[in-house]
């Protein structure tokens, strides 16, 4: 194996937060070796084991100044030029943002005015590596890499969980929850702090993107909501039976084409219930809002003055005219008013 004198590492991945050179077993070094570390990186430098040192970024050249331990660990035969197997893991200084977190499951959360629901929480987060030589030792250990996929499902059990106990305190309704995101998020990320840094890791963001029913309970509250908004039931209903008439009327052919394919019979004679219903409560309620006003008394004109007078009246008011009729002195037949001669046996009835 050719021994390394030139250790760096220059492509790295964008969600890559450890790599490990070489990657698949421990190289070649030997006093004197340049190390180059990238302004975004701190380099950890491993022997049989054991981490020696942390070197920041810059050019560092392998010695016993700034490596002390190896003068103990390497022996003199080659007058200190001696090689000897170690390995250095490039950690990322970076921030890794937009980091998704979310509930895989329903929570129960006890709502104030809805009683028991389920919800779900969906967010993101950043972080970034705070102890390079802790996060190495503690999670890395021998693999040759470590990125953001291979610590999401743990890291996402540890916000969950600490979310779980966040929202069993909050006494409120999924209604004003929303509002309260960002006060519940600040509290969340102090509260997951102390085990980020348990990793070697410092939370640097956290958001709580929404915190929702599932579709089912989104359902019924829309449906609740909807009723809130139409107010009047009735008023409604006889709105939109009105509005199915006009359809009707505009599409004439539409009941036929129902009669004649016969599928569509049962659900004509249900709205045609539910229109005649519709119209009777329509008419009751304008009956009970406004009296039915009283037919006018039919009237007659008077055959001597002409005025508009009860037609059951037996003399006109205004003049006295005998609106009874004539009868006649001879015969006894009544004769319509103002009768000059009987109409049966021409009689005279004036003087």
């Given at each position: ?45 491993f ?36 090689p ?10 970076r ?21 028991m ?40 059990s540890?916000i ?7 929202l ?17 998020a ?20 956290f958001?709580?993107s929404?915190?929702?029913p ?22 409604y209903t ?6 199915a008439?006009?359809d ?21 004679l ?42 059951n ?6 003049c ?19 009768a000059?001669?009987c109409t ?8």
């Amino acid at each position: 194996m050719a021994v390394l004198d030139l250790i760096e590492y220059v492509d790295e991945n964008s969600n890559e937060i450890v790599h490990r050179e070489p990657q698949d077993q421990s190289g070649e070094f030997r006093l004197g070796s340049q190390l180059v570390v990238r302004e975004s990186q701190q380099a950890v430098f491993f022997r049989d084991g054991k981490a020696l040192d942390v070197l920041g970024p810059g050019r560092h050249t392998l010695s016993t100044n700034n490596i002390p331990l190896l003068t103990g660990l390497i022996g003199l035969p080659f007058g200190g030029k001696s090689p000897f197997r170690a390995e250095v893991f490039f950690v990322s200084m970076r921030e890794f943002t937009d980091m998704k977190w979310g509930t895989p499951q329903p929570v129960v959360y006890r709502d104030s005015e809805l009683g028991m629901v389920r919800l779900r929480a969906f967010g993101t987060y950043s972080m970034k590596v705070s102890d390079p030589q802790l996060i190495v030792t503690q999670i890395v250990g021998s693999r040759s890499e470590l990125t953001t996929d291979d610590l999401d499902n743990f890291l996402r059990s540890i916000i969950i969980n600490e979310f779980n106990d966040l929202l069993g305190g909050v006494q409120t309704t999924i209604l004003d929850i929303q509002k309260m995101t960002r006060e519940m998020a600040d509290t969340a990320r102090n509260a997951l702090s102390d085990d980020f840094a348990k990793l070697g890791l410092t939370l640097t963001s956290f958001q709580i993107s929404s915190i929702t029913p599932p579709d089912s309970v989104q359902q019924k509250i829309d449906e609740r909501s909807g009723m809130g908004a139409l107010g009047d039931m009735g008023r409604y209903t006889q709105f939109k039976t009105a509005e199915a008439i006009g359809d009707a009327a505009k599409n004439p052919g539409t009941a036929g084409d129902m009669a004649s394919t016969g599928v569509g019979l049962g659900a004509g004679l249900g709205l045609g219930q539910a229109m005649a219903g519709a119209l009777r409560e329509s008419q009751s309620q304008q009956g009970q809002s406004q009296a039915t006003p009283a037919a006018a008394p039919a009237t007659i004109a008077c055959p001597n003055c002409h005025h508009q007078i009860p037609a059951n009246s037996k003399f006109c008011p205004d003049c006295g005219y005998n609106l009874q009729g004539v009868t006649c002195p001879k015969c006894g037949t009544v004769n319509s008013p103002g009768a000059k001669f009987c109409t049966n046996c021409g009689t005279a009835l004036t003087s």
